[in-house]
């Protein structure tokens, strides 16, 4: 009993600086983003991605920090969000709670912006652009 209580107890501490860890490499990460104030987003075979999904179904970035921030990431509905016309995708940036930012989206060469946008409104686009058209033919894939 009392080697499983010391193996337990060292899983938890192996656990507990692990997530410690993790924690300082996103202050880190932020810090040393803090002058970042562009981010792209490329999705590889696009064409591929989009069948796996259904109106109203999106995919999200993994979750990035910038201008000294974190919390972000973009929402992309590959065969657009509940409220677009077929054919459209929509594009939405995520932004942390009590937080301000001016933002302009691009996908491929559809643009939208500059607009101040926070949590709840002005995060995204609802018929961003017919997502065929912006697909890079070389590659396969949208930035």
Request: net charge negative; charged share 25%.
């Amino acid at each position: 009993v009392a080697r499983i209580e010391a193996t337990l107890g060292e899983l938890f501490m192996r656990n507990a600086c692990e997530e410690y860890l993790q924690k300082l490499e996103r202050r880190i990460q932020v810090i040393e983003n803090k002058a970042v104030d562009t981010v792209q987003w490329r999705i590889e075979d696009i064409e591929q991605v989009r069948s796996r999904y259904s109106k109203g179904d999106f995919m999200a970035s993994p979750p990035f920090s910038a201008c000294g921030l974190d919390g972000f990431s973009f929402h992309l509905y590959p065969r657009g969000d509940d409220f677009c016309e077929e054919g459209y995708c929509s594009l939405y940036l995520h932004v942390p709670a009590d937080t301000r930012v001016s933002r302009i989206l691009f996908l491929g060469r559809a643009k939208h912006g500059p607009v101040e946008a926070d949590a709840i409104k002005n995060s995204g686009v609802s018929e961003m652009c017919v997502l065929s058209n912006e697909i890079d033919k070389a590659t396969g894939s949208v930035v």
